[in-house]
């Protein structure tokens, strides 16, 4: 899409600039349809580099499908359609010339279930690189499934069974190993979709010490239930309903000051 070309929307509420730093990922006046529903309107967003933001919003409100407007996941589901300016570094990741195979090497993302393929973790980590040709021998391999796995805080824990498949794990040593898989191809973007919904509370707290740890590295964007685990995360929140976003701020002031009703509606428990 021709940057000109598209009709610049009123902003959505609320999307401070970053202390003049340019957005790693931008949408302006982002839409999504389901047929003829639609269930995102003209999102304007800027997200970070090195930031974790959190979507929070009630179940429904279109966190998950704006999420997958950013990595292009959308163009899978045949009856979904996307409009609108979403750019990663500046560049429209919907142009006709782009990969989107590459795309999604830039941007990876870390499901809700955790969804190893039924390989041993060692293929599980080397799938990815070995198909885009980052792996030429042995040893580029063993540093990539070790580098891999240590930056997801799984390596002490499976180095003597890389051979045993990644289902074997228990479910949050699964999403470790899912979340290994997505570093192993240097994204620069992670997103992650309720990574811990189906997670116990100390598989759940290893995933958010991992997610703090990860941001030194990568960009990433959290959709969560969670507003604890959005607190806890991340340094930027948009709270979605309805399919617009209604405020994106720094996440304490999201959660001690927000700007709208229906945010403060949100945090305070009255709906949702
Ligand atoms: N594949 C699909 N086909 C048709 N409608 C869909 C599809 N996926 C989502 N929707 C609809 O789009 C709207 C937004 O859904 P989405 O899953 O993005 O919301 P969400 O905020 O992530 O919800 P939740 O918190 O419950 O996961 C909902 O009305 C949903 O029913």
Not at 38 to 55: P, R
Not at 59 to 86: A, P, Q
Not at 118 to 139: C, F, L, Q, W
């Given at each position: 899409m021709d940057q000109e070309s598209i009709e610049r929307p009123k902003q959505t509420a609320g999307t401070p600039l970053l202390e003049g730093r340019p957005p790693k990922v931008a949408s302006r006046g982002a839409n999504v349809f389901y047929g003829d529903k639609q269930a995102i309107k003209e999102v304007s967003l800027d997200i970070g580099e090195n930031e974790v933001t959190a979507f929070i919003g009630p179940s429904g409100c279109g966190k998950s499908t704006f999420l997958r407007c950013l990595n292009r996941m959308n163009d899978t589901i045949d009856i979904c359609r996307v409009s609108g300016d979403i750019r990663l570094d500046?560049?429209?990741i919907y142009d006709k010339s782009v990969d989107v195979v590459e795309l999604r090497t830039r941007i990876g993302m870390?499901?809700?279930k955790p969804n190893p393929f039924p390989k041993s973790i060692m293929e599980n980590v080397a799938y990815g690189p070995r198909i885009h040709g980052?792996?030429?021998d042995k040893a580029s391999l063993e540093?990539?499934?070790?580098g891999s796995l240590e930056r997801a805080g799984l390596w002490e824990e499976v180095k003597d069974r890389l051979d045993t498949p990644g289902t074997g794990l228990s479910g949050g040593q699964?999403?470790?190993l899912c979340i290994a898989r997505a570093i192993a191809v240097h994204p620069e973007v992670i997103l992650m979709d309720e990574p811990c919904s189906a997670l116990d509370p100390i598989a759940t707290a290893k995933i958010e010490e991992l997610i703090d740890e990860l941001r030194e590295n990568f960009t990433i964007v959290i959709?969560?239930?969670?507003?604890?685990?959005a607190a806890r995360v991340s340094q930027r929140t948009a709270f979605f309903h309805l399919g617009e976003l209604i405020e994106c701020n720094d996440?304490?002031?999201?959660?001690?000051n927000p700007e709208h009703k229906l945010t403060q509606g949100?945090?305070?428990?009255?709906f949702g």
């Amino acid at each position: 899409m021709d940057q000109e070309s598209i009709e610049r929307p009123k902003q959505t509420a609320g999307t401070p600039l970053l202390e003049g730093r340019p957005p790693k990922v931008a949408s302006r006046g982002a839409n999504v349809f389901y047929g003829d529903k639609q269930a995102i309107k003209e999102v304007s967003l800027d997200i970070g580099e090195n930031e974790v933001t959190a979507f929070i919003g009630p179940s429904g409100c279109g966190k998950s499908t704006f999420l997958r407007c950013l990595n292009r996941m959308n163009d899978t589901i045949d009856i979904c359609r996307v409009s609108g300016d979403i750019r990663l570094d500046g560049q429209d990741i919907y142009d006709k010339s782009v990969d989107v195979v590459e795309l999604r090497t830039r941007i990876g993302m870390v499901f809700q279930k955790p969804n190893p393929f039924p390989k041993s973790i060692m293929e599980n980590v080397a799938y990815g690189p070995r198909i885009h040709g980052m792996i030429t021998d042995k040893a580029s391999l063993e540093e990539v499934v070790q580098g891999s796995l240590e930056r997801a805080g799984l390596w002490e824990e499976v180095k003597d069974r890389l051979d045993t498949p990644g289902t074997g794990l228990s479910g949050g040593q699964q999403q470790r190993l899912c979340i290994a898989r997505a570093i192993a191809v240097h994204p620069e973007v992670i997103l992650m979709d309720e990574p811990c919904s189906a997670l116990d509370p100390i598989a759940t707290a290893k995933i958010e010490e991992l997610i703090d740890e990860l941001r030194e590295n990568f960009t990433i964007v959290i959709v969560t239930h969670s507003m604890q685990q959005a607190a806890r995360v991340s340094q930027r929140t948009a709270f979605f309903h309805l399919g617009e976003l209604i405020e994106c701020n720094d996440t304490e002031q999201i959660f001690t000051n927000p700007e709208h009703k229906l945010t403060q509606g949100y945090i305070t428990g009255r709906f949702g």
